[in-house]
């Protein structure tokens, strides 16, 4: 994890190599664990706001997102089709804002 518009060397906040995470504090490198095994996120890993909050701050805005990994995009997708623009914080299931419209 790094601060900045480009990733360089000295904008990293917060590395992972291998089992070892550790992040650039005060007085230099912080060793946060090194048993994150090869399945796990440092995100999960780390969850230390004292030690790491950018790391908590980047799982919680994380958390946040909504993801649709089932949603058609193709032509013929009930969401491409023409409808009056809305605003909404989430989707139905098929990619329609507002499924209470005709359509």
Same mark, same amino acid.
């Given at each position: 994890?790094?601060?900045?518009?480009v990733? #360089?060397?000295?904008? @990293?906040?917060?590395?992972?190599?291998? %089992?070892?995470?550790? +992040?650039?504090?005060?007085?230099?490198?912080?060793?946060? +664990?090194?048993?994150a095994? *090869?399945?796990?996120?440092?995100?999960? @890993? @780390?969850?230390?706001?004292? #030690?790491?909050?950018?790391? @908590?701050?980047?799982?919680?805005?994380?958390?946040?997102? #909504?993801?649709?990994?089932?949603?058609? +995009?193709? *032509?013929g997708?009930?969401?491409?089709? *023409?409808? %009056?623009?809305? #605003?909404t914080?989430?989707?139905?299931?098929?990619g329609?804002?507002?499924?209470?419209? *005709?359509?």
């Amino acid at each position: 994890m790094w601060a900045g518009p480009v990733a #360089r060397p000295s904008a @990293v906040l917060t590395e992972r190599r291998g %089992p070892h995470v550790r +992040t650039r504090g005060d007085h230099g490198w912080e060793t946060l +664990t090194k048993a994150a095994r *090869p399945h796990e996120s440092m995100l999960d @890993v @780390v969850a230390d706001p004292n #030690r790491a909050p950018e790391l @908590v701050t980047l799982r919680e805005k994380l958390r946040s997102w #909504r993801l649709y990994d089932h949603l058609r +995009t193709d *032509p013929g997708s009930p969401a491409r089709s *023409p409808r %009056p623009g809305s #605003r909404t914080s989430a989707l139905a299931d098929d990619g329609i804002c507002c499924p209470h419209w *005709p359509g």
